[in-house]
C-alpha cells in the first residue's frame, strides 16, 4: 500500500485546510486509515481515524476535525476547520489491513506516507 499526502500550507489561526491521503494498492475501504501529527521533540499523536465505518478523534481536535473518505478516487480526507497554532505540525496519513483495536495508536499501522506540513499562524 502506498500513501500520498497532500493539501497542507500555511492558515492564520481560525483558519480551514483539508488534507487528502490518496491510496493505491489496496481499496482503502478494506483499511483502516488514520491521521497522526507530529512536531520536532514529541511523540507521533493519533488525530483521527476511519475503521470499519467509524470514525474516531482525539480530544484535542473533537469538533473541529473531520475525518473522511470517498471510496471512488481510493482517497481519506481530514477537514480540518478552526484550526489553532498548536495544530501546527507534520501531517502524516497512516493504514492497515490487520485488525485494529486501538485506531488512535501508532503502532497499529505498517504503511504511512511522506507527511505534509501545516502551519497555523
Known amino acids: 500500500v502506498q500513501l500520498v499526502e497532500s493539501g497542507g500550507g500555511s492558515v492564520q489561526s481560525g483558519g480551514s485546510l483539508r488534507l487528502s491521503c490518496v491510496g493505491s494498492g489496496e481499496n482503502m475501504r478494506a483499511l483502516a486509515v488514520a491521521w497522526f501529527r507530529q512536531t520536532p521533540g514529541r511523540e507521533r499523536e493519533g488525530v483521527a481515524a476511519i475503521y470499519k465505518g467509524r470514525t474516531y478523534y482525539a480530544d484535542s481536535v473533537t469538533g473541529r476535525f473531520t475525518i473522511s473518505q470517498d471510496g471512488a478516487k481510493n482517497t481519506v480526507f481530514l477537514q480540518m476547520n478552526s484550526l489553532k497554532p498548536e495544530d501546527t505540525a507534520m501531517y502524516y496519513c497512516?493504514?492497515?489491513?490487520?485488525?485494529?483495536?486501538?485506531?488512535?495508536?501508532?503502532?497499529?499501522?505498517?504503511?504511512w506516507g511522506q507527511g505534509t506540513q501545516v502551519t497555523v499562524s
Open positions: 497512516a493504514a492497515t489491513n490487520n485488525a485494529v483495536f486501538f485506531p488512535l495508536r501508532r503502532s497499529q499501522y505498517n504503511y
